[in-house]
């Protein structure tokens, strides 16, 4: 499986839904982690 993001999530292209109103809690520096399903 392919690592997912913060900035992948950020440069989807959601066409009509393009706000996702998402923050980044971690920082600049948690811009580039994984993305994970716990």
Known sequence: MKKFTVL?????DLEDHN?????????RKGLIREITVP
């Open 19 to 27: 706000a996702l109103h998402v923050r980044c809690i971690g920082g």
């Open 8 to 12: 992948d999530l950020i440069d989807l």
